[in-house]
């Protein structure tokens, strides 16, 4: 997440990438290829002076990490600085707490999509966030893709929907592959095929203005094939077991604030 979040950062010209400083627990070799890539500041030796000089701090580690990082760091900050944290689960409330001052914190929750300046960012101030902090945590998750800001109550759902959200939709599309493989398709058109449906699907979604049960409406053909299909999702429960599968991610996502605060 956190390359993603700096290579949006660079292209998008937000901020010069001199002006990123990136530091990580124990893999100088992973901040040197960091630094050849974007042209930011990443030498381990200057970890603590990086913070020190920072407006805005990025916590990009595990939600496990999250204790002892805070705790370590804890010295080197004021309330000056702006403490983003990308960690799935972690209340804002947490994250003072360890601090021990009263630094605005701003939790996000991007997504892979990044990778590609297509996240969906869900994000939420803590309780001494002011608007201008808001405002320049979601000028830098922009520049990764759209940005949603939301109470902190619903930032263990937003995690489940849509930080979780590509993975479920990447097994689907493994699924949709076996399926094509099973009634004889060749695996490399098989991919074009279902990639491109996928997208235009999509599309579909973002631009016709429609539900999602209008466009699927519009294909079923009555005695058609994709009737036929959907008979069978529906017999095994795909509503069901997808509404399971976001819940059981969201009790993950609370589950990890608690172990972790
Ligand atoms: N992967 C995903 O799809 C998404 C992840 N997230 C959240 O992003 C966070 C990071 O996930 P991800 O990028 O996948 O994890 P990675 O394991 O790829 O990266 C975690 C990084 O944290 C560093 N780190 C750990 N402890 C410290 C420390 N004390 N000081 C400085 N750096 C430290 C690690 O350094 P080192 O390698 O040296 O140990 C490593 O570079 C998680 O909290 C996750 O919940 C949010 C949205 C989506
Ligand atoms: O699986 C996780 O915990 C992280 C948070 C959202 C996506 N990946």
């Known amino acids: 997440m956190a390359e993603a979040i700096i ?71 004021t309330k000056d600085h702006v403490v983003v944290s990308v ?37 939420c101030g803590g309780k001494t966030a002011q608007e201008e902090h808001i405002e320049v945590t ?27 959200g590509p993975a479920f939709f990447y097994y689907f599309v493994e699924a949709m592959l076996d399926g094509a493989k099973s009634v004889g398709l060749e695996e490399g058109l098989a991919k074009e095929l279902v990639l491109q449906t996928m997208l235009g699907a ?3 979604l973002m631009q016709s203005g429609k539900e999602p049960s209008e466009l699927r409406e519009a294909i079923c053909s009555p005695g058609g094939t994709t009737l036929a299909g959907l008979d069978v999702l529906q017999s095994h429960s795909l509503n069901d077991t997808v509404k399971a599968c976001v819940e059981a991610a969201t009790k993950r996502a609370v589950e990890l604030g608690k172990m972790n605060a």
């Open 87 to 123: 960690a799935a689960g972690i209340k804002t409330e947490t994250i003072s707490g360890l601090l021990g001052h009263e630094a605005p914190i701003v939790r996000t929750m991007p997504n892979t999509s990044a990778l590609v300046g297509q996240s969906a960012t869900g994000l």
């Open 138 to 164: 979601s000028k830098i998750f922009e520049s990764i893709g759209s940005v949603f800001r939301i109470p902190e109550e619903n930032m263990d759902a937003l995690t489940a929907v849509s930080g979780s």
């Open 7 to 77: 290579a949006g950062m660079v292209k998008m010209q937000i901020v010069k990438p001199d002006s990123i400083s990136a530091t990580n627990r124990s893999n100088p070799v992973r901040l040197n290829q960091l630094a050849d890539a974007h042209g930011i500041q990443a030498d381990p030796a200057l970890k603590y002076r990086y913070i020190q000089e920072a407006d805005i701090l990025i916590l990009a580690m595990k939600p496990k990490d999250i204790k002892n990082t805070v705790e370590e760091i804890g010295e080197y900050t």
């Open 202 to 204: 999509t599309s579909m």
